[in-house]
């Protein structure tokens, strides 16, 4: 059972903005950054929010990622259809001594 | 060309054992944390195990401690995943990742463990 809580699916028409939280405690979000992976099904997970608000190389800015206290949220503006995927989010747990995924999200455009 | 390739998955029955294998071409891996995640049919993602770039430290979710051993050999650019007494729930594609730590990861295209009699 994951520590990370996500919702699990959100959707909007072409165009639109959606948002995702993640809902973690201090040992996780609360002390350590997140990460937000896309994952679209039969390839391999990709990386699109490191240390809570960056973007890695080559991620388009309709990704963005932000934080306070124990949540986070990913939001993804000017929703395409290539952006159909599941995201998890991801923290590094000090108490568990052990890095956690989200639940995931399935994000559909309408 | 970045590549992760992952290899030694398949089919072993109930407490057998598999040694996954994951070969780096491109980069090299003595400046990344190396990482296995792994998803069971129909779940989520779940962090396996990560081990320091030069090994010095590892860490293993707690069902597979005990089990599962991560370990890598950086002059063959090479990262490993020894799994003892498999388990059904043990069943998944599992991923080799490579992380810098500053937004540069890579991930395999991941490698298939099924656990059945």
């Known amino acids: 059972q994951s520590v990370l809580t996500q919702p699990p699916s959100v959707s909007a028409a072409p165009g639109q903005k959606v948002t995702i939280s993640c809902s973690g405690s201090?040992?996780?979000?609360?002390?350590?950054?997140v990460s937000w992976y896309q994952h679209l099904p039969g390839t391999a997970p990709r990386l699109i929010i490191h240390?809570?608000?960056k973007r890695p190389s080559g991620i388009p800015d309709r990704f963005s990622g932000s934080k306070s206290g124990t949540s986070a949220t990913l939001g993804i503006a000017g929703l395409q259809t290539g952006d159909e995927a599941d995201y998890y989010c991801?923290?590094?747990?000090?108490?568990?001594?052990?890095?956690?995924f989200g639940t995931g999200t399935k994000v559909t455009v309408l | 060309e970045v590549q992760l390739v992952e290899s030694g998955g398949g089919l072993v029955q109930p407490g057998g054992s598999l040694r996954l294998s994951c070969a780096a071409s491109?980069?090299?891996?003595?400046?990344?944390?190396m990482i296995w995640v792994r998803q069971a049919p129909g779940k989520g993602l779940e962090w396996v195990a990560n081990i320091k770039p030069d090994g010095s430290d590892k860490y293993h979710v707690d069902s597979v401690k005990g089990r599962f051993t991560i370990s890598r050999d950086n002059a063959k650019n090479t990262q490993f995943l020894q799994m003892n007494s498999l388990r059904a729930e043990d069943m998944a594609v599992y991923y080799c990742?490579?992380?810098?730590?500053?937004?540069?990861?890579?991930w395999g295209q991941g490698i298939l463990v099924t656990v059945s009699s």
């Open positions: 201090s040992s996780n979000i609360g002390n350590n950054y």
């Open positions: 990742v490579g992380d810098r730590g500053d937004g540069t990861m890579y």
């Open positions: 991801g923290a590094w747990d000090s108490r568990l001594s052990a890095y956690v």
């Open positions: 491109g980069f090299s891996i003595n400046q990344y944390w």
């Open positions: 240390d809570s608000n």
